[in-house]
């Protein structure tokens, strides 16, 4: 199956900083790749999908401006968690879809924790 | 809107039992339905899917769901657990009508006893 990749996969960050986190796609092209955030034992919730080239479709209450969203090419896309603090700590989930594909292939995760 | 539901917060089952994870679903159009598993500090690995064809559906690692229309469900099985198979399984939904935008569930965990 595809192959999607994140970095880093772990961040510790202190309260203020700002965070990127890259979802790679290694061996298909993603036209579309969406973003998630996961808290502890509860299900994924969609945070916003981006589209190659575009601007990122934000989900209801998620704030565009502290989230920053860039799909520069085919295989990747980058999130920035901009003046982290302490309650964006989380599990971030990235996955990415192919056209011809219905499925969604996901990275392995970022796991962040900001002081 | 879609919705997913799924009833059972943790399910049981000793090894070499068969295993059953149910999943209920909402859609607007016709549902493509998927099934994902994570380990723990991990992301999700895809283990099916129903887009069209035949009701019964078979996937990775030996587990198979199958889709009812008429009960809204696509509940996930397999014949025989395996201690491997402990982890947190997450049914999803998108309808049919090009936006790709996927509702999943809640999770069921998944613990088999030695």
């Known amino acids: 199956g595809a192959v999607v990749s994140q970095h880093p996969s772990w961040v510790i960050c202190k309260s203020g900083t700002s965070v990127k986190i890259e979802c790679r796609s290694l061996?298909?092209?993603?036209?579309?790749m969406f973003w998630y955030r996961q808290f502890p034992k509860q299900s994924l919730m969609l945070m916003a999908t981006?589209?190659?080239?575009?601007?990122?479709?934000?989900e209801q209450g998620v704030e565009k401006d502290k989230f920053l969203i860039n799909h520069a090419s085919l295989t990747l896309s980058t999130l920035t968690v901009t003046s982290a603090h302490p309650e964006d700590s989380s599990f971030y989930i990235c996955?990415?879809?192919?056209?011809?594909?219905?499925?969604?292939?996901f990275g392995p995760g970022t796991r962040l924790t900001v002081l | 809107a879609q919705s997913v539901a799924q009833p059972e917060d943790q399910v049981n089952v000793a090894e070499g039992n068969p295993l059953t994870v149910k999943c209920t679903y909402s859609?607007?159009?016709?549902?493509?339905l998927f099934w994902y598993v994570q380990y723990p500090n991990r992301g999700l690995q895809f283990l099916l899917k129903?887009?069209?064809?035949?009701?019964l559906v078979k996937g990775s690692y030996g587990f198979e769901a199958e889709f009812n229309k008429s009960q809204t469900s696509f509940h996930l099985k397999k014949p025989s657990a395996l201690v491997s198979d402990s982890a947190l399984y997450f049914c999803?939904?998108?309808?049919?009508?090009?936006?790709?935008?996927?509702?999943f569930g809640t999770g069921t965990k998944l613990q088999v006893i030695p």
């Open positions: 996955s990415a879809s192919d056209s011809s594909y219905n499925e969604q292939f």
């Open positions: 061996d298909f092209q993603a036209t579309t």
């Open positions: 981006s589209n190659e080239g575009s601007k990122a479709t934000y």
């Open positions: 859609v607007s159009g016709n549902p493509y």
């Open positions: 129903y887009i069209t064809g035949d009701n």
């Open positions: 999803a939904v998108r309808d049919d009508r090009g936006y790709q935008k996927v509702t």
